[in-house]
């Protein structure tokens, strides 16, 4: 297995805020924050340290109290956030949180920010609300399940949503099987049509293998009743899969500027989607001959339909299976050796910045001479983009009517 250079990008301009009220401890964590006017900063002792459900009228940010003796690791968090309003958490590591109220009411403008996860995170999305929630920084390693089957999940709680949830998952690493005891989790895990969650840019998925979850199955990505969802920006890299949506309830999604290179040992493909309608992969590197998307119906639920795939490097090709037919696919731009449909489809193996096996998203971009080089649509490169500078892209960023508040 190649070694895998990772870095895990902090939100711009993320800067510890002056503390307002410092030396809180356990026993003064309650009502010290009780009484905390919007934009005020309180900052923790060592311990542990229980939330409970908080509204404030603006921001108000819990952070370690470096200068007392407070860390990341010493600060431990266990959060129920449940309906709790404009708060954030900076720095902190989480035993465990949940976000909304199944059946409920949601929680609304809550940032977590540059923490460590060591028990999973569910975020319940019962209203048709935009709730304006911010996870970025974090590490989510070899924990368990939440709500849904992801140590990170998102439940739209079976609710009509037409609404974008305000979701935006940015900067983080999943890294290893999650779990213990042979129980496995997905890294990100969406269900019960939840609408318009945001996944990137900037995002590590590494290590979520199939062998470590004994008898749950676990993927990067997992939809399972997710509307309108993006994923850009993302490193999917020696996972068993990235994107597994095979039940018909996973559309339209919108795949862009992702890096795929999937674990060799791997038996299923990278992506697989069926019943797809007006799903669009756009600018993707699936960076192996084995890293290749499926396109079918594997669980007997419907074919795909309407699907975009332009501007991708399909060094696997595209696999379709049950009787999935094309006709109704858009196919233009991609680089595939031995070639493919549309009149701009370049038929060739790409060169990477990065070398034959490059181990970091930007090694992915294509070399000067290479098959693809800004010959995609606008004048981009096929794959990740890039405009001839051999910097590495930026990804779409995430919708702009957040109102997020970041300090």
Known sequence: MRKIAILILA???????QCTYSKVTPSTFASTLSGAPGGSTLCLTAGTFTFNQTTKSSMVTIQPDSANGGTQSNVIVNATINTSQYITFSNLTFSGGVIGVSGGSPGQHIHILNSIFT????????????LDVLISGNTFGNIGQSCTEGRLGISGDNVNHNVVNGIVITNNLFTGPGGTGGSGADGININGGAYGTYIGPGNTFTGILEGGCGSVHCDSIQFYGAINTTVTGNFFINDSDAIMSPD???SPMTVTNNVFVQDP???TNEVIVAGGNGDVFDHNTFGSSHSSPRFGNPNSCGLNTNITLTNNILMGGIDLTDGQSTSTFTQNYNLIPGGGTGAQTISGSPTFVGGSAPNTYSG??????????????????IGIPSSGSGTPPTAPAPPTDLGLVVK
């Open 265 to 267: 040992t791997s038996a």
């Open 364 to 381: 992915f971009l294509l070399t000067s001479t290479s098959p693809g080089y800004l010959k995609g649509t606008s004048g981009t490169s």
């Open 11 to 17: 939100v711009s301009a993320i800067a510890r805020a």
């Open 248 to 250: 018909c309830n996973g």
């Open 119 to 130: 028990g999973s995170l569910c975020i319940n999305t019962p209203s048709d609300v935009n």
